[in-house]
């Protein structure tokens, strides 16, 4: 498997040089202090929502692969890929060729939604990958160039297909930030969207987890659905993630998502499946619908697959494409560049079997990270599909569950701290799920395995360091803070 970087790198040495750098007396200390002033402005410039900054005090000035060189000279091995976007990490040489010959060949960069071969480059490539029984149907609509604007396109359009207005969406999800994707997301305060339990095993709201833990689940939308006085009207819509990232990386079981599929398609709902983030191999099949087999009715399409560059689709069966002429219109559809970056990346990761080299790769990650469920208490669970993969941190402490085996309290404190070390060993990885307590892995599927074992090495190491000091913590009765839902 080709890699395009110098596959492990040591933490705290500058890089080799690429292009004209600082290398004279003194240049460390001036690359630190270039690297401190970029931060102390950004502090006093960008706005208090400001989120990844916040935990990544890094100033990012090239990247390849998996490896980050930040304006100190630190290099790190990047897990978090722009939150799952990198499928070929950083600048991989196909992206970068591909955008290149954008800009050599004289094309406009801007064309609002008009036909150019760049496009029809791009559309025809998606097509190619999306599952042939969903494909040959399907119509796609370009959206502003984020994941949320097309989550707000599938709602418009079913919609408009279905004469309906509300929405099923499910605990823990994230679909966005603007107003209609938020309230479909777990942590909505204003909301008009029936919310349906989302299956899982740790903290499963029966209480039992696994298959039944499942079946529950879907008995319970089943039951709201048919109970007349449920109190939820027949819906637009359902939107559903495969797997829940920023939930706290939960992957759905299969047979709940064909239950989801069989309970919607008898009550002719709309199922919209949010693959934004789970897309183009990342959970070790090119969709992660093939999992389940399952043809959706809409698909939420974006990060992977605009090559890194901004780009947004949903992509529908074409039943429901009854909307009008400009009911999702917006500028910026038509990003050229990032229809081919994502030309490049879709066929890249079809022809060289990326999706199943994430699943391979991701079984290998989850067997050597479950012993540290075991090794440590304060690990919960660790759990993944392909190279989604996340390790929730528990206070071992707190309040038990009513049930022994059951989870303890989330820790963000101790998950922030893991965050933490990660970085100080040059590591850099997410923080998610409910209160931000899930450290969370998202490699690009080009990770070599020996960069595996270098990210998996640093991670251990991290967790080991912050149990340790969290044990003495404990003997000497200091107590971490508590912390709130983090940065997506
Ligand atoms: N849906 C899912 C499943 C996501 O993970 C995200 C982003 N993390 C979004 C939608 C929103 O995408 P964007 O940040 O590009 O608006």
Request: with cysteine; aromatic share 4%.
């Amino acid at each position: 498997m080709a890699v395009t970087e110098s596959a492990v790198v040591p933490v705290g040495t500058p890089g080799e040089s690429e292009g004209v750098r600082d290398t004279g007396p003194g240049a460390a200390e001036r690359a630190r202090a270039a690297h401190e002033g970029i931060l102390r402005r950004q502090s006093a410039r960008e706005s208090a929502a400001r989120t990844y900054a916040r935990a990544l005090p890094i100033v990012p000035v090239r990247a390849r692969g998996l490896t980050i060189e930040g304006a100190d000279g630190r290099r790190y091995l990047d897990c978090l890929s722009g939150a799952g976007t990198l499928a070929l990490g950083h600048n991989h040489p196909v992206v970068l060729e591909a955008v290149r010959k954008v800009l050599d060949s004289g094309a406009p960069l801007h064309v609002l939604d008009l036909a150019t071969p760049v496009k029809d480059a791009f559309t025809t490539e998606l097509f190619r990958t999306l599952p042939p029984r969903f494909a040959e149907r399907a119509r796609v609509q370009f959206c502003g160039p984020a994941g949320t604007d097309a989550v707000e396109a599938a709602f418009k359009l079913v919609r408009a297909a279905t004469g309906r207005s509300g929405m099923l969406a499910f605990t823990g999800a994230y679909h966005g930030m603007t107003a209609g994707a938020l309230e479909a997301s777990g942590g909505a305060t204003d909301v008009r969207v029936a919310r349906l339990p989302y299956p899982q095993d740790y903290r499963c709201p029966f209480g039992i987890g696994g298959d039944r833990g499942a079946e529950l689940a879907a008995r319970w939308t089943e039951s709201l659905l048919d109970d007349t006085k449920s109190g939820v009207p027949l819906p637009a819509g359902m939107i559903l993630e495969p797997v829940q990232g920023e939930g706290g990386v939960i992957p759905a079981p299969d047979t709940w998502t064909r239950r989801m599929r069989e309970i919607t398609r008898a009550r002719s709902i709309p199922l919209i499946v949010d693959e934004v983030q789970t897309g183009v191999g990342r959970t070790g099949a090119f969709w992660a619908v093939e999992h389940s087999g399952i043809t959706p009715d809409v698909m939420v399409l974006s990060k992977a697959i605009g090559g890194s560059l901004p780009l947004a689709v949903v992509v529908y069966h074409d039943d429901l494409d009854v909307w009008q002429p400009g009911a999702h219109a917006g500028t910026f559809r038509g990003n050229q560049l990032a229809m081919a970056a994502g030309t490049a990346t879709l066929a890249y990761v079809r022809e060289h079997g990326l999706a199943e080299r994430a699943a391979a790769v991701g079984a290998r990650m989850l067997d050597r990270l479950r012993p540290l469920a075991t090794e440590f208490d304060c690990v919960g669970d660790v759990r993944g599909r392909g190279l989604m993969i996340g390790l929730e941190l528990v206070d071992p402490e707190g309040p038990p569950h009513p049930d022994p085996d059951g989870p303890r309290p989330a820790a963000p404190e101790l998950a922030a701290a893991v965050q933490r070390e990660c970085l100080r060993r040059g590591l850099i990885v997410e923080l998610g799920g409910r209160r931000s307590s899930v450290v969370r892995l998202l490699p690009p599927l080009t990770i070599s395995d020996e960069q595996t074992s270098a990210v998996l090495d640093r991670l251990a190491d991290a967790v080991s360091a912050v149990s340790a000091t969290a044990r003495g913590d404990r003997r000497h009765g200091r107590d971490g803070e508590q912390g709130a839902d983090g940065p997506r």
